[in-house]
Nanobody, 123 residues
Framework: QVQLVESGGGLVQAGGSLRLSCAASGRTFNGYCMGWFRQAPGKEREFVAAISWSGGSTYYADSVKGRFTISRDNAKNTVDLQMNSLKPEDAAVYYC????????????????WGQGTQVTVSS
């Protein structure tokens, strides 16, 4: 059974930092890109960042470019999202996801999803 489990969410002040982590299990993820998405109340789930299997290619939403960094450790089957200079508009439930092939920002491309972790940013 495939599982993606996110951790690291919490409450942080605007301007602060958080590091999210996603642990994958249940199958081999060779060739899979990993992505992070987020969903705020009343809004659609939106793409945040993605990383290729090798880690050599990354892709970011314009809203987080320069502030967030995605990374992965294939030996540990984990993918992290370092979030700096957080803004109130970054508050959302953050989801980890896996898709076969190249990193891309389309939710429909992702086959496996985690349950999400809450990020709250106070102003």
């Amino acid at each position: 059974q495939v599982q993606l489990v996110e951790s690291g969410g919490g409450l942080v002040q605007a301007g602060g930092s958080l590091r999210l982590s996603c642990a994958a299990s249940g199958r081999t993820f060779n060739g899979y890109c990993m992505g992070w998405f987020r969903q705020a109340p009343g809004k659609e789930r939106e793409f945040v960042a993605a990383i290729s299997w090798s880690g050599g290619s990354t892709y970011y939403a314009d809203s987080v470019k320069g502030r967030f960094t995605i990374s992965r450790d294939n030996a540990k089957n984990t993918v992290d999202l370092q979030m700096n200079s957080l803004k109130p508009e970054d508050a959302a439930v953050y989801y980890c996801a896996a898709a076969l092939g190249l990193p891309r920002p389309f939710r429909s491309a992702y086959e496996y999803w985690g349950q999400g972790t809450q990020v709250t940013v106070s102003s």
